[in-house]
């Protein structure tokens, strides 16, 4: 993890709530990570990027797209500035955004390995 700082997907535990600044700040960490990785690759490989690093890229794609998730439709982690549900439904969108974090997680991990090899 010291190879990526702010990353620490740790912080989304599953009874994280929905305003908890620091699993959102550790996803856009994330996200930012893999959206650099992204370009970096492609600069250096240019025309040939999806050849030469096509296993990253998906891996990257698939980080920035499960961290995506997470803003819409309901706003997790404050990574959305859209209002948080009415309170009937507060715990059913911890839920959802905690199995959301989750596959997040996954999907970094899956990114970590990836890149590394």
């Given at each position: 993890m010291d190879?990526?700082?702010g990353a620490d997907l740790d912080k989304c535990a599953m009874n994280?709530?929905?305003?908890?600044?620091?699993?959102?700040?550790a996803l856009i960490a994330a996200e930012q990570?893999?959206?650099?990785?992204?370009?970096?690759?492609?600069?250096?490989?240019?025309?040939?990027?999806?050849?030469?690093y096509g296993a990253a890229l998906l891996a990257?794609?698939?980080?920035?797209?499960?961290?995506?998730?997470?803003?819409?439709?309901?706003p997790c982690y404050g990574l959305s500035d859209a209002?948080?549900?009415?309170?009937?439904?507060?715990?059913?969108?911890?839920?959802?955004?905690?199995?959301?974090a989750d596959i997040a997680k996954g999907e970094w991990q899956?990114?970590?390995t990836t890149v590394a090899l």
């Open positions: 190879a990526h700082p994280a709530s929905l305003d908890d600044a620091g699993c959102g700040a990570v893999a959206a650099d990785t992204e370009r970096r690759l492609r600069r250096k490989g240019a025309e040939h990027a999806d050849l030469l990257a794609g698939a980080v920035q797209d499960g961290i995506d998730r997470l803003r819409h439709p309901i209002p948080q549900p009415p309170p009937p439904l507060h715990a059913e969108a911890e839920g959802i955004c905690a199995e959301g899956i990114f970590l």
